[in-house]
């Protein structure tokens, strides 16, 4: 019997996966969406959920916690960005610690802090709305494999396989 591929760095993996926000509301589920393929060790996986599956196999399975600095990050883990001082109301008296909710490019809300304000510039800091809350997760391992294993080439395609069946002479 072989023995099955773990799950490491550079391995492509299928997964049955949820992800459930604190408050209980169902952030991701492969129940309604299909199977999730990644390749293991790219950042397509919260940081604490590729901790888990690292070195399961096919058929593991597990549930639990990811602490929110390794899952969607903490308020301070996430990136600042100045902008000009002239995109605020010029009567808004900005503070730090100010929060503001403003439409991204496709119409979904966006929620940003304001962490420093100069004449010039307001430093923001664009808020996940997860961040800082532990996620909770259930995960079963469906398959592992190398992608560097190239399996057999496909026919050709005027190549045809077919059964005796299927062959009938033509007249």
Do not use: C, N, W
């Not at 760095?9 to 169902?26: C, E, N, Q, S, W």
């Not at 190239?150 to 005796?164: D, N, Y």
């Amino acid at each position: 019997m072989p023995v099955p591929v773990k799950i490491a760095k550079g391995m492509a993996v299928r997964i049955h996966v949820t992800l459930t926000a604190p408050d209980g509301t169902v952030i991701e589920s492969s129940d309604k969406s299909g199977p999730v393929d990644y390749v293991h060790g790219q950042g397509a996986m919260l940081p604490g959920l590729e901790k888990v599956l690292e070195g399961l196999v096919p058929g593991d399975a597990r549930e639990g916690t990811i602490a929110a600095k390794d899952a969607f990050g903490t308020e301070e883990s996430l990136p600042t960005k100045a902008m000009p001082r002239a995109e605020f109301p010029k009567d808004a008296k900005l503070e730090a610690g100010m929060a503001f909710q403003a439409k991204g490019p496709h119409g979904e809300p966006v929620t940003f802090k304001v962490v420093k304000v100069s004449d010039q510039e307001v430093t923001v800091r664009f808020l996940h709305p997860l961040a800082g809350k532990d996620i909770k997760f259930k995960v079963k391992v469906i398959g592992v494999k190398d992608p560097a294993v190239a399996l057999p080439p496909p026919p050709p395609a005027e190549a045809v396989e077919l059964t005796p069946d299927e062959i009938k002479e033509e007249k």
